[in-house]
């Protein structure tokens, strides 16, 4: 049996209508259609270009001047602030935040205190 991970997607009803008018025709129940679909999507090679610009753009390194400039900004305002609207501010993830703790840790003055950034 192939390896599965199972997710939840939401769509709205104009696609859901959609999705149903091809049970039975592309899939035997709406999951199966949507999967069929997806699977289609990735397999056209028509959508590499469109695949490989996304995975670049996820791929690319931070502005780092811009998030340093938004560290500035945000410490000027708190004493402390929960880790993840401080991630979500910056527009990073927590690997990135962790490559660069020690510096910017140095640099704006402020502690990790386990979910919170604290000046």
């Known amino acids: 049996m192939t390896d599965v991970k199972r ?3 939401t769509f709205s009803r104009i696609y859901m209508d959609l999705v ?3 049970v039975g025709v592309f899939g035997r129940t709406e999951a199966a ?3 069929n679909i997806v699977q289609y999507f990735f397999n056209d090679s028509n959508n590499f270009p469109l695949l490989e610009e996304l995975r670049s753009r996820k791929k690319r390194e931070p502005n780092k001047l811009k998030i340093e400039e938004k560290i500035e900004k945000i410490l000027k305002g708190v004493k402390s602030i929960q880790l993840d609207h401080f991630l979500e501010y910056l527009e990073i993830d927590r690997s990135y935040l962790f490559e ?5 840790k140095n640099k704006f003055h402020f502690e990790l205190d386990y979910d919170k950034i604290i000046k």
Do not use: A, G, P
């Open 20 to 22: 149903d008018e091809l």
């Open 33 to 35: 259609v949507i999967n």
């Open 7 to 9: 997710t939840t997607v």
């Open 100 to 104: 660069k703790l020690e510096e910017w």
